[in-house]
């Protein structure tokens, strides 16, 4: 009741005012000397129209490493990314993602998906170059014959 | 639980059939999402937070492999053809 007294920046005899009650009732209730009656409680939580929800039980937390097999799924990719980029993963290193958290295989995932996409840019690139360079040879190999 | 708690795993649920769907390129049906409610919140987030991870990998290798299907295509238009045998 003092909680939520103070979060709405009442006073104690303005409470008391609100619910019909005296501020020394207030007082007695918020200090656990008196328990409020039925009516009072009900009167109180009308006043914020519903009584808080209850504090969520947190529910167990499932071993740190071991990913399932979702982490089986990404870390394949992850495998068949890194020889795409030329750098194969050693069997070391896929032993030790296996182990991972799945903090550290997103991680390490995000950083391969940026990488791809470097790659990805790089060929894109040298690929419009030598196309452009193909096509004005081929340009002025034409205007030869002409 | 609560019905929010009840319809964030549903979406959760469906999220994690989508991304196997997808990434075993099977029909949606097949991995049967109201199966998958079963498992606790914490585990539905951690798995589609892999696999939503897993799917971003692959569409970027896909990404990767189409540019390089392109550039070869590319290439190969631009290609000198043999020449015509001579009567």
Same mark, same amino acid.
């Given at each position: 009741m003092r909680e939520y007294r103070?979060?709405?920046?009442?006073?104690?005899?303005q409470l008391g005012e609100l619910l019909g009650v005296k501020q020394t009732d207030i007082s007695r209730i918020e200090n656990g000397r008196i328990m409020a009656t039925p009516e009072l409680e009900e009167a109180f939580w009308s006043l914020w129209k519903a009584p808080p929800e209850p504090e969520p039980i947190p529910e167990p937390e499932p071993p740190a490493s071991g990913t399932g097999e979702a982490g089986d799924v990404l870390l394949e990719l992850m495998t068949a990314a890194r020889s795409e980029l030329g750098h194969p993963m050693s069997p070391e290193e896929a032993e030790e993602l296996s182990r991972a958290g799945p903090e550290e295989l997103l991680s390490q995932s995000v950083l391969l998906r940026e990488a791809l996409e470097v790659q990805a840019s790089r060929e894109l690139l040298a690929g419009a170059?030598?196309?452009r360079k193909r096509r004005e040879s081929a340009?002025?190999?034409g205007g030869q014959k002409c | 639980m609560s019905a929010r708690e009840r319809t &964030?795993?549903? !979406?959760?649920a469906l999220e994690i059939a989508q991304a196997?769907?997808?990434?075993? &390129?099977?029909? !949606?049906?097949?991995?049967?999402?109201?199966?998958l409610a079963e498992k606790s919140t914490l585990e539905l987030e951690r798995e589609a937070e892999l696999l939503r991870e897993a799917v971003m990998l692959r569409q970027q290798r896909e990404v990767a492999e189409h540019v390089r299907a392109t550039i070869e295509r590319d290439r190969a238009a631009l290609r000198p053809r043999s020449s015509a045998p001579t009567s």
């Amino acid at each position: 009741m003092r909680e939520y007294r103070k979060r709405e920046g009442l006073t104690q005899g303005q409470l008391g005012e609100l619910l019909g009650v005296k501020q020394t009732d207030i007082s007695r209730i918020e200090n656990g000397r008196i328990m409020a009656t039925p009516e009072l409680e009900e009167a109180f939580w009308s006043l914020w129209k519903a009584p808080p929800e209850p504090e969520p039980i947190p529910e167990p937390e499932p071993p740190a490493s071991g990913t399932g097999e979702a982490g089986d799924v990404l870390l394949e990719l992850m495998t068949a990314a890194r020889s795409e980029l030329g750098h194969p993963m050693s069997p070391e290193e896929a032993e030790e993602l296996s182990r991972a958290g799945p903090e550290e295989l997103l991680s390490q995932s995000v950083l391969l998906r940026e990488a791809l996409e470097v790659q990805a840019s790089r060929e894109l690139l040298a690929g419009a170059k030598a196309f452009r360079k193909r096509r004005e040879s081929a340009r002025s190999g034409g205007g030869q014959k002409c | 639980m609560s019905a929010r708690e009840r319809t &964030g795993k549903q !979406l959760l649920a469906l999220e994690i059939a989508q991304a196997r769907a997808y990434l075993e &390129g099977t029909m !949606l049906r097949e991995q049967r999402p109201e199966k998958l409610a079963e498992k606790s919140t914490l585990e539905l987030e951690r798995e589609a937070e892999l696999l939503r991870e897993a799917v971003m990998l692959r569409q970027q290798r896909e990404v990767a492999e189409h540019v390089r299907a392109t550039i070869e295509r590319d290439r190969a238009a631009l290609r000198p053809r043999s020449s015509a045998p001579t009567s």
